[in-house]
């Protein structure tokens, strides 16, 4: 993917994006451990004459409705040209490492099904709302090429 020196890669989500990032300037954690440090890794190879921007903005534990709660801070305020969106893992996790049943999990946690769409919902037009913004997104199927490319033997 060709990238300009104005471009900003902005990562967002759950602890898949944070990626035990470090969370003050250390450059060498700044990214994390996972894919986001992978695709910005390789595209800061392929782009390195135009130095663009990476931001990492995932965090342990989030949950989609966390992620609409810091959009403005996290997403708006930093302008990114290309946005990558990863959460859910957490969604639904909550009521299954706490040994409880799927009732007890809803009675605590009332994300229920109509609430997630909705969540999601509205997480996909304020992602619309930036990439209105945006001249370029990156889908699950770019980052996984991207991904893979560093894996599979050709």
């Not at 602890?15 to 595209?43: E, F, P, W």
């Not at 990114?80 to 299954?96: E, K, M, Q």
């Not at 001249?135 to 199927?141: Q, V």
């Amino acid at each position: 993917m060709k990238l300009d020196k104005n471009d900003i890669l902005l990562f967002s989500g759950d602890s898949i994006t944070d990626g035990n990032r470090g969370k003050c300037m250390d450059c060498n954690h700044i990214m994390g451990h996972g894919y986001q440090y992978i695709v910005a890794s390789q595209l800061a190879l392929e782009n390195a004459e135009n130095m663009p921007k990476f931001i990492n903005k995932g965090y342990s534990g989030e949950r989609a409705e966390n992620l609409l709660e810091k959009w403005q801070e996290d997403v708006i305020d930093n302008k990114p040209t290309i946005l990558s969106i990863l959460v859910g893992a957490n969604d639904g996790r909550h009521g299954y490492f706490a040994g409880i049943t799927p009732d007890e999990t809803a009675r605590r946690y009332p994300i229920t099904a109509e609430n997630r769409e909705r969540m999601y919902a509205e997480l996909r037009e304020r992602r619309s709302t930036v990439a209105d913004k945006m001249k370029k997104a990156t889908t699950e199927e770019e980052i996984a090429e991207i991904a893979d490319s560093q894996f599979i033997n050709k």
